[in-house]
C-alpha cells in the first residue's frame, strides 16, 4: 500500500512511506530541561536528525516572513503557535532528510496529547519517548542564564513562568499517553550533562 510502479517497474515508496518507516524519538520536557543539550549529543554519536520544534519555528521568524511575524507573537507570550503550522514544518523537515537520515529527534513536540495523536495520523508513530526531567526551580535558573546570552525573546522572567505553567498543564499529560504505551523513558536531567546522557544513551541503546 501507497507504493507505486515507476515508469521503469522498480517499486517507489511514496515520502509519507518513507517517513512513516522512519525511527522516531520524542524528546518531551519542560522548558530549560535540557532536551536540546542531550539531543546535539544524541545527533553527535548516533548521527540522528535533530529537528528541534522551537528551532524551525525560529527559523520562520527570522526569515522576516508575515507568517514569521505571527509566529513571534505568539512565541514572546509563552503560547503555543497553531498545531498545523508546527506539524507541517517538522513534517516537511523530516521528508527533506528522510532519505540520509538514520533516526529522527522530534525535540520540543509534542507538547499537548492533540499533537502526538496527530503527528500520527500525518507522519507515524515513535519508537521511543524522552522524557527529560527537571525541577521547576531548576528551569527557571537555568533558562534565565541561558537568556543572558540566547537572545530569544521568551527568555525572560515572566514569559519562563508563562511556558512552565503551560508545560505542567498540556505537555505533562503527553508523557501518561504514552506511558500506557511503554515507550517512556524518564532521564533525571539535575544530574550533570554527561551523566544525563550516559542515561539517554541506555535508553537508544535499548531500541531494537
Ligand atoms: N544537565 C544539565 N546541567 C546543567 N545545565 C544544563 C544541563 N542541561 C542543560 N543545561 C543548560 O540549561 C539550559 C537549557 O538547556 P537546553 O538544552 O537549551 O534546554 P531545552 O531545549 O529543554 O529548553 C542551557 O543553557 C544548557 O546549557
Ligand atoms: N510543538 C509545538 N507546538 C506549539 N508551539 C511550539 C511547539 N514547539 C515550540 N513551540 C513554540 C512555543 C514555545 O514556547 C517556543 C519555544 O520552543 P522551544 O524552542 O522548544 O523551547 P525550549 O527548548 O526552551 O523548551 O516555540
Ligand atoms: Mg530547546
Known sequence: MGCSASCSGRIVHSDDDKIKDAKIIFVVGGPGSGKGTQCEKVVAKYGY????????????????????????????????????TVLDMIKDAMIAKVDVSKGFLIDGYPREVKQGEEFEKKIGAPCLLLYIDAKGETMV????????????????????????????????????????????????????????FGHVAKAIDGLK
Open 49 to 84: 536528525t535533530h529537528l528541534s520544534s522551537g528551532d524551525l519555528l525560529r527559523a520562520e521568524v527570522a526569515s522576516g516572513s508575515e507568517r514569521g511575524k505571527t509566529l513571534q507573537a505568539i512565541m514572546q507570550k509563552g503560547e503555543l503557535v497553531p498545531l498545523d
Open 141 to 196: 535558573k537555568r533558562l534565565m542564564k541561558r537568556g543572558e546570552t540566547s537572545g530569544r525573546s521568551d527568555d525572560n522572567e515572566e514569559t519562563i513562568k508563562k511556558r512552565l505553567d503551560l508545560y505542567y498543564k498540556a505537555t505533562e499529560p503527553v508523557i501518561a499517553f504514552y506511558s500506557s504505551r511503554g515507550i517512556v523513558r524518564k532521564i533525571d536531567s539535575e544530574l550533570p550533562v554527561d551523566e544525563v
